[in-house]
Every structure is written in C-alpha cells, then in structure tokens.
C-alpha cells in the first residue's frame, strides 16, 4: 500500500533578487520560493541543543520550511533573509518584541520592505557586478555570497585559526570569495594575492558601503527614538528567540 505524504499549507516568497541572479536551470530563477507553515517538528528543530550550540539551528529550521526543490547552499544571503522573516511571520505571526536600551520594542514584521535588485547593474545575466575601486583605479567584479560560500568562508577561518589562533582574517578572507576579477583577471591566485597585499584600506572600505548599498536583502533595521526625540538606527536581533521567545538558548 503507498504511503500517503501529508500536505502542510504553505505560502511563496518573492526573494529581493527576483532570482535574476541564479543559474538559468536553478528553480529559484524565477525569484519565487514555497514555504510551508511551521509545525511542531520545527519546534523540536529550534530547541535542539546540538543545533544551537554548533550554530546550524537556523539553516536546519528554513531547510525545513522551504518545499521548492532547490539547493540550499545555491541560496544568496539577502534571499535568505527574506526568507527568515517570512518563516517568523509563518510560524509565529508578525508582532515581535526585542528589548533595546532598557525598553521594550513593538514592531510589526510585515512593515520590512525588501532591499530589491537594481537589474541595470546585473553583468551577463549572472551574479557579478562591476567597481572601480576609487584609489587605485583597479577594475574588478564581485558577487553576493551564497550559503555556501559562507560555509567555505568558515571553514577557512577555522583553519586559519589553528594555525595562528589570535589571527583575524575575516575579512580579507571574505573579500577573497566576493571579489571575482581584478582588471579582469579571474585566476583564484591573482585575487589572493591583491587581497592579501595589494588591497587598500579605504578601498576595501568604499566596496563593501557599494555592497551594502546594492545588495538585494530585506532591511532589517528599526528606527528608535529616545525619550529626547533623537533616532538611532538600530539591526532589529534575529536568533532563536526570535521565532520563539520561550526557546532555550
């Protein structure tokens, strides 16, 4: 007799990069992704103290959620933010409370508006994008991180710090996976070795605002004003509590 798969509601999430930046075969090229609503077994998921305390607690709960057929490691940063927020929503509803300078922050989950793809900047329809770095006038390309550059970007710290474990490579590290050509030079060694020993400062300082400025994503930040009527922008904290606030930590 065959089993029979049990249907869960699920709901799409348009992700920020229209998916104009996968692979044409990819199943996300076409910046839709289903997700189906949380249930118990995703609890269990969020207070796994092994998923917790090795930091996978997060990636476990979304490949959980998420039933289009993709590879999750192809997922780029920004859409998986998108897709974090609109899990909450799913599993929990859209009011949210964090505590913040002694006080505690309402806020409404469904007012997030997503950081979307200006597709003029797109180079051969891929996931690369061109900058002159303002000093030395080098010519490069780079791209958004997937999940699983992040994984390999890790890995590599952690090597790194067995060797020299007061080393803080992270981010000439990082830059060496984001950065895709210089003077359009793509060989992996050339990259290396501008990052290593080439890479001023303040370049490094004007790419990654340009990155911030035009990477897709969802904007995460909460405007608080004090009792003065002064603003501050603040990162709305995303972690276990934040899908549930009685989860152990």
Known sequence: ME???QQFPSEEVTLPSKG?????????????????????????????QNLIENGTVI?????????????????????????????????YGADYSFEYNGETIEFNLTTIKDKQLDESLIIDNKNEFSFTLPTSKKEITFKFLTHGDEINIEKELKGL??????????????????ITS????????TIRKFVDNEFLARDARELRKYIGKIQPSVDLSYNYE?????????????????FWPDASV
């Open 3 to 5: 089993e029979t798969k």
């Open 226 to 242: 004090d009792t003065r009527g002064n603003i501050t922008k603040i990162d709305i904290p995303v972690g276990i509590k934040f």
């Open 182 to 189: 210089i003077d359009n030079d793509y060989e992996n060694k």
């Open 59 to 91: 990636d476990k709960l979304l490949k959980s959620l998420i039933t289009t057929p993709c590879d999750y490691n192809e997922l780029l940063s920004g859409d998986k933010n998108a897709i974090l927020i609109a899990a909450r929503i799913l599993g």
């Open 161 to 178: 710090r067995k060797i020299n474990k007061d080393a803080s490579n992270e981010l000439t590290t990082r830059m060496k996976y984001i």
């Open 20 to 48: 104009l930046l996968y692979p044409e075969n990819s199943p996300l090229r076409n910046g839709i992704i289903e997700m189906k609503y949380m249930t118990a077994k995703e609890e269990d998921i969020l207070t796994n």
